[in-house]
């Protein structure tokens, strides 16, 4: 491996997708990286790793793992099927699921008045309850005996 060269990524007839690291790297610091991208270390070899689950999308992954060492700052060599700036994939056919259309029609709605309100109120509410006119009779206050008497006291 290269000197300058931090990682490198490959395929293997036994353990399919692995990974290397180069000695002037810590150890613990190139096993934290790995991992994380879903590689294992390989028993019985040290240094080498392999990806956890090789059938279930395998190239992708070790695609995904190369880009993102890369985007940490670091120099990875990958064999040309692997590596993302020399192999493009090609583009997935786009599965319509409506969720495009569904935001369209949310964002239309959004954009749209209410219907709820089809036109804003013209005045302005009262900031208090008007007071009820003052009624043009005096009203009669019956008093009771008890109440009366209690009066004149």
Do not use: C
């Amino acid at each position: 491996m290269d000197p300058g060269t931090h990682f490198a990524f490959g395929t293997h007839e036994q353990h399919s997708f692995v990974a290397a690291f180069n000695s002037s790297l810590p150890a613990h610091l190139a096993q934290w990286y790995l991992v994380r991208e879903q590689f294992e270390p390989v028993p019985d070899q040290p240094g080498l790793f392999r990806l956890t689950e090789p059938e279930r999308d395998g190239p992708r992954r070790t695609r995904q793992a190369v880009h993102d060492l890369r985007r940490h700052g670091y120099t990875v060599h990958a064999d040309v099927a692997l590596d993302p700036a020399a192999s493009a994939s090609p583009p997935r056919p786009a599965r319509s699921d409506g969720l495009a259309e569904r935001r369209s029609r949310v964002a239309q709605a959004a954009a749209g008045r209410s219907p709820q309100r089809a036109q804003p109120p013209t005045t302005t509410l009262p900031s208090a309850r008007p007071i009820p006119p003052k009624p043009a009779y005096a009203p009669t206050v019956h008093l009771t005996a008890s109440a009366a008497a209690g009066r004149s006291r």
